[in-house]
């Protein structure tokens, strides 16, 4: 299922755990460069469903960072925080359909579990080590709260075809099988005991609840898409258009993180730096 020919809406979705360096600006002002040249509407999404690492003062300099580069979005934001009951009823609903169980592991028992002879040494997919299935069982009774809930993908793609329409990187449509995803995804968290929620099942419930038609984001998700296309098929969800850009690295190659705070784009601010001298640095 694909958008029907609606007006281009982007998107820029940080989680306000740190600054605002140059590898979100380059995101956030190609999300909006986008969606002016092509008459559409930019949205700001706050990602904060970490709220042991959320800060309300991350989040003010965003709004603070955004503005001063030249971006405005439309209101009101929204917030993950304020949507968990629609996680849960999409939760729900997948439990309903015996698609997820409840897993009891721990990162230890994993990282045990892959580095068993039989299984090969840490199989890496997307979201980190391939779970080796250890829970998976038929979901009974209740769904229960606090614990992690894992998507069985076997039983989710059932042999279907996924595809989804790219524009940046890897541009084409790309097509992966059921068989390719169990082999390279596994079964995924959709729900971590801390949140109710995880970052694939909120991103793609309020992408849809949105309207996003265009995701602009780095190469570094360009694997979780698929984990993405899937869940939209799952929940009978639209998928947008990705386009997947270069990721902005520093001298030895590295990408940048929210711990390289000399990149911080409010550090270079306070330097002088204007907001031409960032679309220069980003090469934009």
């Given at each position: 299922?694909?958008?029907?020919?609606?007006?281009?809406?982007?998107?820029?979705?940080?989680?306000?755990?740190?600054?605002?360096?140059?590898?979100?600006?380059?995101?956030?002002?190609?999300?909006?460069?986008?969606?002016?040249?092509?008459?559409?509407?930019?949205?700001?999404?706050?990602?904060?469903?970490?709220?042991?690492?959320?800060?309300?003062?991350?989040?003010?300099?965003?709004?603070?960072?955004?503005?001063?580069?030249?971006?405005?979005?439309?209101?009101?934001?929204?917030?993950?925080?304020?949507?968990?009951?629609?996680?849960?009823?999409?939760?729900?609903?997948?439990?309903?359909?015996?698609?997820?169980?409840?897993?009891?592991?721990?990162?230890?028992?994993?990282?045990?579990?892959?580095?068993?002879?039989?299984?090969?040494?840490?199989?890496?997919?997307?979201?980190?080590?391939?779970?080796?299935?250890?829970?998976?069982?038929?979901?009974?009774?209740?769904?229960?709260?606090?614990?992690?809930?894992?998507?069985?993908?076997?039983?989710?793609?059932?042999?279907?075809?996924?595809?989804?329409?790219?524009?940046?990187?890897n541009a084409g449509?790309?097509?992966?099988?059921?068989?390719?995803?169990?082999?390279?995804?596994?079964?995924?968290?959709?729900?971590?005991?801390?949140?109710?929620?995880?970052?694939?099942?909120?991103?793609?419930?309020?992408?849809?609840?949105?309207?996003?038609?265009?995701v602009t984001r780095?190469?570094?998700?360009?694997?979780?898409?698929?984990?993405?296309?899937?869940?939209?098929?799952?929940?009978?969800?639209?998928?947008?258009?990705?386009?997947?850009?270069?990721?902005?690295?520093?001298?030895?190659?590295?990408?940048?993180?929210?711990?390289?705070?000399?990149?911080?784009?409010?550090?270079?601010?306070?330097?002088?730096?204007?907001?031409?001298?960032?679309?220069?640095?980003?090469?934009?």
């Amino acid at each position: 299922m694909a958008w029907p020919d609606l007006k281009w809406v982007e998107r820029f979705a940080p989680s306000p755990t740190g600054p605002l360096h140059l590898g979100h600006a380059f995101s956030a002002l190609t999300a909006w460069d986008r969606a002016l040249e092509n008459g559409g509407e930019f949205i700001l999404r706050i990602e904060d469903i970490d709220q042991s690492r959320c800060r309300p003062k991350w989040e003010s300099q965003i709004f603070e960072d955004l503005n001063w580069l030249g971006i405005s979005w439309s209101a009101p934001v929204l917030r993950q925080s304020g949507r968990l009951g629609a996680y849960r009823e999409a939760l729900e609903a997948l439990w309903a359909r015996g698609l997820i169980y409840p897993c009891y592991c721990t990162r230890k028992d994993i990282l045990g579990a892959t580095m068993a002879p039989q299984e090969g040494a840490n199989p890496m997919g997307p979201d980190g080590i391939i779970y080796p299935g250890t829970c998976r069982a038929e979901p009974k009774g209740k769904m229960p709260n606090g614990l992690a809930l894992r998507l069985n993908l076997a039983a989710a793609v059932n042999d279907k075809k996924f595809s989804f329409e790219e524009t940046g990187l890897n541009a084409g449509l790309i097509e992966f099988s059921a068989d390719d995803a169990v082999r390279t995804i596994g079964d995924i968290v959709l729900a971590r005991r801390d949140m109710g929620t995880s970052y694939h099942l909120s991103v793609v419930l309020d992408d849809a609840f949105q309207g996003v038609t265009h995701v602009t984001r780095g190469q570094d998700l360009f694997e979780a898409t698929k984990i993405h296309v899937i869940l939209q098929k799952l929940l009978g969800l639209p998928t947008p258009v990705y386009h997947h850009h270069a990721l902005v690295r520093d001298e030895n190659g590295k990408r940048l993180a929210k711990r390289d705070d000399a990149r911080a784009i409010a550090k270079y601010r306070a330097e002088g730096a204007t907001p031409e001298d960032i679309r220069r640095m980003v090469g934009l």
